[in-house]
């Protein structure tokens, strides 16, 4: 009721295509006038994720919007535990085999250049000056940080500017960890990260974890649909199963988290619920998410009265 929603968009555009997904939600929000985009970055370096980012946001006629990515920390090329950078003038081959993997943003990148300003990630600005010249420039209390990759900015955030944060920052929606015990691919991709980011952290943090997001399937609407060149439908169409496929064999695509509807909309749902809230779709739990050591094992405990966190369950 006070205007839009103004939210920072964190991703790690790396493996899976969900973030492509909630920044087409994100974006399809601000059309609505729900939303103001003030910034969308990367958690990962050194690969093709900021192109992506700037590919969408270019198509969402908002190529503008300030973008960024980590400097000298964090995951580093086309996965979790590569060590080597991707070349962005290195020719893009075949796809691999399998659905999850960097090739389709490097893809993007190649098919829709006109919107590309930073092929390689590492050559984008630091997230972390992005996040501090946006932050300043908002009222106390007004910014929705929205992030559905690892936590390594929002751990150099919180350690190096922790004032600002708590200034200007209302509240952090995270899509990670692993209810209630366990290892999801956000919150183990930089454990140390994790650990110090939620512990550290002095807003109240809403978790669309992974268990919220498993069972909500998003996507096979805009692969099916006939629109013309779009780069939203190109990640959908070419990494999903066919709508025939899946109904051959629903139970073999369900445990890889893909139905009927398309695939399964982890970070979609964060991003539905940083914009319009949570009471609006969802139950809430009350207590905290915590990284046990630095294996990127987590745990939840619940807190009904205190607990400083909330995690999103089925309304």
């Known amino acids: 009721t006070a205007g839009p929603v103004k939210i920072i968009f964190d991703t790690d ?6 973030d492509v997904g909630a920044l087409a939600c994100l974006h399809a929000l601000a059309d609505a006038g729900e939303c103001e985009i003030l910034a969308t970055v990367s958690s990962t370096r ?4 900021v192109a992506a980012i700037e590919v969408v946001n270019g198509y969402y006629r908002r190529p503008e919007i300030p ?44 098919d829709y250049p006109q919107w590309v300003r930073h092929p390689d990630a590492d050559d984008a600005p630091d997230a972390l000056e992005v996040y501090r010249q946006v932050l300043a420039k908002q009222e106390d209390r007004s910014v929705v940080i929205c992030s559905v990759g690892f936590l390594t ?17 209302c509240k952090w929606v995270a899509m990670a960890c692993n209810y209630p015990r366990g290892k999801e691919y956000n919150s183990l991709g930089d454990p140390v990260s994790s650990r110090i980011a939620l512990e550290k952290w002095p807003t109240p943090v809403v978790f669309s974890d992974f ?20 780069p939203v439908a190109d990640v959908f169409r070419g990494n999903m199963p066919s709508l025939a496929e899946v109904a051959a064999d629903p139970a073999r695509w369900q445990r890889d988290y893909f139905g009927v509807g398309g695939r399964a909309a982890w970070d979609e749902t964060a991003v539905l619920v940083a914009v319009r809230g949570e009471e609006t ?24 009265a205190n607990g400083p966190h909330v995690r999103l369950t089925e309304k």
């Open 211 to 230: 268990q919220y997001g498993m069972d909500v399937f998003a996507g096979r609407g805009v692969a099916d649909a006939d629109e013309g060149r779009n």
């Open 281 to 304: 779709y969802c139950n809430l739990h009350r207590g905290t998410y915590r990284m046990l050591g630095d294996t990127g094992e987590n745990e939840w405990v619940p807190d009904e």
């Open 13 to 18: 555009m790396i493996c899976d295509f969900d």
């Open 153 to 169: 900015n929002l751990r150099r955030l919180v350690e190096e500017c922790p004032k600002l944060v708590e200034q200007k920052v």
């Open 46 to 49: 050194g690969n093709a994720s």
């Open 67 to 110: 973008v960024g990515a980590p400097k000298g920390v964090g995951i580093l090329g086309e996965r979790t535990g590569a060590t080597v950078k991707i070349d962005p003038q290195a020719p893009l081959g075949e796809k691999p085999k399998g659905f999850l993997s960097h090739w389709k943003y490097r893809k993007l990148a190649l």
